[in-house]
């Protein structure tokens, strides 16, 4: 999980256990993976609305 990796890193850092330039890499490397999360995420509900659509216009195309 993206979120308590971050917070575990946050933490880390904190406690001296980490540098801060090695937490900000760490945070840019988690930024890019939620990215890429939510890029497939939206690309599988992107298509379902698009197929949902194309549906409705196929049912609507059939009543004329």
């Known amino acids: 999980d993206v979120d308590k990796a971050a917070e575990q890193g946050t ?3 904190g406690r001296g256990k ?7 890499k760490m945070m840019h490397i988690l930024e890019s993976r939620c ?3 939510d890029s497939v995420n939206n690309a599988g509900r992107m298509d379902k609305l698009e197929k949902d659509w194309a549906a409705a ?3 609507t195309d059939n009543r004329k």
């Open 57 to 59: 216009q196929t049912r």
């Open 35 to 37: 990215r890429i999360i």
């Open 18 to 24: 980490t540098t801060a330039a090695d937490g900000e």
């Open 11 to 13: 933490q880390d850092i």
